[in-house]
């Protein structure tokens, strides 16, 4: 809603833009960003912002940035892509997985504009992907909720079943069990990326159904928040929250988009750009944990450490084979690992997973 | 399903559904005389932010519920002097009112975000609140959830039973014929679209204080929009609005719950049912469309013009 003033207000500054007369040679470099939720989420959108704001601080006034939050998934956002490209922008970062095809869409009308797009799997000529490894964190705290839970039931607030968050799932449950095999883990759909109510609801009902640490795939520290109330574990999403949950959280999975938006903004100036796919980990540093909770035992800290070092090394893959799915076929052989087009477009649950994925 | 679980669906129920009752009971009186506030989302937001900061500020609770419903009276009277002292448009100036206190209280609240703030605890009765199952569900709320109660029945009688609601509801049905009684239209107008307004500011209060005790932006995640179809679901009625709110809040925890279970309902449909379980149940016992003619106002949205 609130979008709609600031997008009166970026056309208005683009049509002044465009008066003045097009790019000249010392122009600063023009990027736009889009988000599907609003910058003070305090998650998933907000890191991006840092991300936004870590290019303003690199570049100085070799660059101007400008960004439009809490865009919906769908004709909206094409509009507002549409905008960007149509307004003298160099580059464009759309932010969510439901922003892939009005994306392409608005890129094959502006070939000279170059497009990024987050999480998705489509490229074009000007149009370049780029994700990072959730799944490979999702891993480690998969680890440390398996030795921290008592009553080996660990609760899942999850969004939308898309493969980013079933792969995330997945992962979790496959570190869960790879140090208590007997855990399992109970998902709940909120079907929304961004409702602290509906988190926090969630959140409830896994901890009223014996769930004594928290996992969440949502942007809104509310889960986090119950957990300190309650007295349980749990985990941040996107950023650390451990704000919330002094106690309660145990470590938080952390993107950080800041070095890769900086290369990426350095590439378009340098004329290298090109539409790949980008998709670092752990290794690459786009996805990092937060501090670990002081509460956590020593010998805790040390086997997540030992995960999380195997997983940069190369030397653990979360999806190692044998792996089976949810009816026990074996979908990749001991030897082999799941190759990443199959993590991009998951749809399946591992085995060990609780109920139903929704499709 | 045992006895504990059962008590726990009920809490969150009440939780669930405070929000909703209280901003939907301030709406169903602002639309008995007359008028049509579409910014309810807009006025929940700016109270939600405005209790989180004077909360944050003071340590004092109550004041930042009074900041809250101050707020939304605020942006209550803003509406008010669009429509009914410049007669614009009621939909159109309820709209933007949203669109308003969205980016309002986004732009107030922004050195918020991530300020953690400890919730209103709820009142422990001993002995009553350790009742299995009733215990939760009636006496261990926070106060809220009972000022919610006491609101709705106080709507109820006002506006059945006392003199003044009377008129109010004349007001809402026909405003020429109470302006040729005598009745100043435009300022019993006011005093009820303030009303509203109190109530989403408190209903925002509920959210930011209580219910998710922080500020995040957008915080009210569509709920003014569900308040809102409560009213003309529940046909004007104070208590069918009460049951409706209760019906979703727990039929959302529910849900929740038998996914929970690892139920085999796809989990978009389960999030569905809310809506469809209030709608259907609100439809069924609002069913003699005649009563319904009855209880809408007849005026709602219509401008009043005293001179014509």
């Given at each position: 809603m609130?979008?709609?003033?600031?997008r009166?207000?970026?056309?208005?500054?683009?049509?002044?833009?465009?008066?003045?007369?097009?790019?000249?040679?010392?122009?600063?470099?023009?990027?736009g960003?889009?988000?599907?939720?609003?910058?003070?989420?305090?998650?998933?959108?907000?890191?991006?912002?840092?991300?936004?704001q870590?290019?303003?601080?690199?570049f100085?006034?070799?660059?101007?940035?400008s960004?439009?939050?809490?865009?919906?998934?769908?004709?909206?956002?094409?509009?507002?892509?549409?905008?960007?490209?149509a307004?003298?922008y160099?580059?464009?970062?759309?932010?969510?997985?439901g922003?892939m095809?009005?994306?392409?869409?608005?890129?094959?009308?502006?070939?000279?504009?170059k497009?990024?797009?987050?999480t998705?799997?489509?490229?074009?000529?000007?149009?370049?992907t780029?994700a990072?490894?959730?799944?490979?964190?999702?891993?480690?705290?998969?680890?440390?909720?398996?030795?921290?839970?008592?009553s080996k039931?660990?609760?899942y607030?999850a969004?939308?079943?898309?493969?980013?968050?079933?792969?995330g799932?997945n992962?979790?449950?496959?570190?869960?069990h790879?140090?208590?095999?007997?855990?399992?883990?109970?998902?709940?759909?909120?079907?929304?990326?961004?409702?602290p109510?509906?988190?926090?609801?969630?959140a409830e009902?896994?901890?009223?159904q014996?769930?004594?640490v928290?996992?969440?795939?949502?942007?809104?520290?509310?889960?986090?928040?119950?957990?300190?109330?309650k007295?349980?574990?749990?985990?941040?999403q996107?950023?650390d929250?451990?704000?919330?949950?002094?106690?309660?959280?145990?470590?938080?999975?952390?993107?950080?988009?800041?070095e890769?938006?900086?290369?990426?903004v350095?590439?378009?100036?340098?004329g290298t750009?090109?539409?790949?796919d980008?998709w670092?980990?752990?290794?690459?540093?786009?996805?990092?944990?937060?501090?670990?909770n002081?509460?956590?035992?020593?010998?805790?800290?040390e086997?997540?450490?030992?995960v999380?070092?195997?997983i940069?090394?190369?030397s653990l893959?979360?999806?190692?084979?044998?792996l089976?799915?949810q009816?026990g076929?074996?979908?990749?052989?001991?030897?082999?690992?799941?190759?990443?087009?199959k993590?991009?477009?998951?749809?399946?649950y591992?085995?060990?997973v609780?109920?139903?994925?929704p499709? | 399903?045992?006895?504990e679980?059962?008590?726990?669906?009920g809490?969150?129920?009440?939780?669930?559904?405070?929000?909703?009752a209280?901003?939907?009971?301030?709406?169903?009186?602002t639309?008995k005389?007359?008028?049509?506030?579409?910014?309810?989302?807009?006025?929940?937001?700016?109270?939600?932010?405005?209790?989180?900061?004077?909360?944050?500020?003071?340590?004092?609770p109550?004041?930042?519920?009074?900041?809250?419903?101050?707020?939304?009276?605020?942006l209550?009277?803003?509406?008010?002097?669009?429509?009914?002292?410049?007669?614009?448009?009621?939909?159109?100036?309820?709209?933007?009112?949203?669109?308003?206190?969205?980016?309002?209280?986004?732009?107030?609240?922004?050195?918020f975000?991530?300020?953690?703030?400890t919730a209103?605890?709820p009142?422990?009765l001993?002995?009553?609140?350790d009742?299995?199952?009733?215990?939760p569900?009636?006496f261990?709320q926070?106060?809220?959830?009972?000022?919610?109660?006491?609101?709705?029945?106080?709507?109820?009688?006002?506006?059945?039973?006392?003199r003044?609601?009377l008129?109010?509801?004349?007001?809402?049905?026909?405003?020429?014929?109470?302006?040729?009684l005598?009745?100043d239209?435009?300022?019993?107008?006011?005093?009820?679209?303030?009303?509203g307004?109190a109530?989403?500011?408190?209903?925002?209060?509920?959210?930011?204080?209580?219910y998710?005790p922080?500020?995040v932006?957008?915080?009210t995640?569509?709920?003014?929009?569900?308040?809102?179809?409560?009213?003309?679901?529940?046909?004007?009625k104070?208590?069918?609005?009460?049951v409706g709110?209760?019906?979703?809040?727990?039929?959302?925890?529910?849900?929740?719950?038998?996914?929970?279970?690892?139920?085999?309902?796809?989990?978009q449909?389960?999030?569905?049912?809310?809506?469809?379980?209030?709608?259907?149940?609100?439809?069924?016992?609002?069913r003699d469309?005649l009563?319904?003619?009855?209880?809408?106002?007849?005026?709602?949205?219509?401008?009043?013009?005293?001179?014509?």
């Amino acid at each position: 809603m609130r979008t709609s003033i600031i997008r009166m207000l970026v056309g208005a500054a683009l049509a002044a833009g465009l008066a003045t007369g097009g790019a000249q040679a010392d122009e600063p470099t023009k990027v736009g960003f889009i988000y599907v939720g609003p910058v003070g989420d305090f998650g998933w959108s907000h890191q991006h912002d840092q991300g936004r704001q870590a290019l303003e601080k690199a570049f100085g006034d070799k660059v101007k940035t400008s960004f439009v939050e809490s865009v919906q998934e769908g004709a909206d956002a094409e509009r507002v892509v549409r905008q960007f490209a149509a307004g003298g922008y160099d580059l464009v970062f759309t932010t969510s997985f439901g922003f892939m095809n009005p994306t392409l869409k608005v890129a094959q009308q502006f070939p000279k504009v170059k497009f990024e797009h987050a999480t998705g799997y489509k490229r074009s000529a000007n149009v370049a992907t780029y994700a990072a490894r959730f799944y490979e964190g999702r891993y480690v705290i998969g680890v440390i909720a398996g030795l921290t839970t008592k009553s080996k039931v660990v609760g899942y607030v999850a969004s939308f079943p898309i493969p980013e968050v079933v792969s995330g799932i997945n992962a979790f449950a496959r570190g869960l069990h790879s140090v208590n095999p007997e855990a399992q883990v109970k998902v709940i759909w909120v079907n929304s990326w961004y409702d602290p109510g509906k988190e926090r609801e969630a959140a409830e009902t896994l901890i009223a159904q014996g769930a004594d640490v928290l996992s969440q795939h949502t942007d809104s520290p509310a889960p986090v928040q119950v957990a300190e109330e309650k007295g349980i574990f749990a985990f941040g999403q996107a950023s650390d929250m451990s704000r919330f949950g002094p106690h309660a959280q145990l470590t938080a999975i952390v993107d950080n988009w800041n070095e890769y938006y900086i290369d990426r903004v350095k590439a378009v100036m340098d004329g290298t750009w090109k539409a790949e796919d980008t998709w670092g980990g752990l290794a690459a540093g786009m996805v990092h944990l937060a501090p670990y909770n002081a509460a956590l035992p020593a010998d805790v800290v040390e086997k997540a450490e030992a995960v999380r070092k195997a997983i940069v090394d190369g030397s653990l893959h979360p999806f190692a084979g044998p792996l089976k799915n949810q009816a026990g076929q074996e979908i990749v052989p001991a030897g082999q690992v799941l190759a990443d087009d199959k993590i991009l477009s998951m749809d399946w649950y591992i085995e060990g997973v609780q109920g139903q994925l929704p499709k | 399903m045992d006895v504990e679980t059962l008590g726990a669906i009920g809490g969150a129920m009440s939780r669930a559904a405070t929000p909703l009752a209280l901003a939907a009971v301030g709406e169903l009186v602002t639309e008995k005389a007359g008028v049509l506030n579409l910014g309810v989302e807009g006025m929940m937001l700016a109270g939600a932010v405005a209790a989180f900061a004077v909360t944050v500020a003071t340590g004092n609770p109550l004041l930042g519920i009074l900041a809250a419903m101050a707020a939304g009276m605020l942006l209550a009277l803003l509406f008010g002097v669009l429509t009914l002292s410049l007669m614009a448009n009621q939909v159109a100036t309820g709209l933007a009112l949203t669109i308003f206190g969205i980016g309002l209280s986004a732009f107030v609240g922004r050195d918020f975000v991530g300020t953690p703030l400890t919730a209103l605890a709820p009142i422990h009765l001993p002995v009553l609140s350790d009742i299995p199952l009733i215990g939760p569900l009636i006496f261990g709320q926070d106060p809220l959830v009972y000022v919610t109660f006491v609101l709705v029945g106080g709507v109820s009688w006002f506006l059945m039973r006392s003199r003044a609601g009377l008129i109010v509801r004349a007001v809402g049905e026909n405003h020429d014929a109470a302006h040729a009684l005598g009745y100043d239209v435009i300022a019993i107008r006011y005093r009820a679209v303030l009303f509203g307004g109190a109530m989403g500011g408190l209903a925002g209060a509920y959210l930011s204080l209580v219910y998710t005790p922080m500020w995040v932006e957008n915080m009210t995640a569509g709920r003014g929009w569900i308040a809102l179809a409560l009213v003309v679901f529940a046909t004007w009625k104070p208590w069918r609005v009460l049951v409706g709110a209760y019906l979703f809040g727990g039929v959302t925890i529910v849900q929740l719950h038998i996914q929970g279970m690892g139920g085999a309902i796809p989990s978009q449909l389960l999030s569905m049912l809310p809506y469809l379980a209030t709608i259907g149940v609100l439809v069924l016992i609002s069913r003699d469309a005649l009563r319904i003619r009855l209880n809408a106002p007849a005026c709602i949205g219509k401008v009043f013009h005293p001179e014509s």
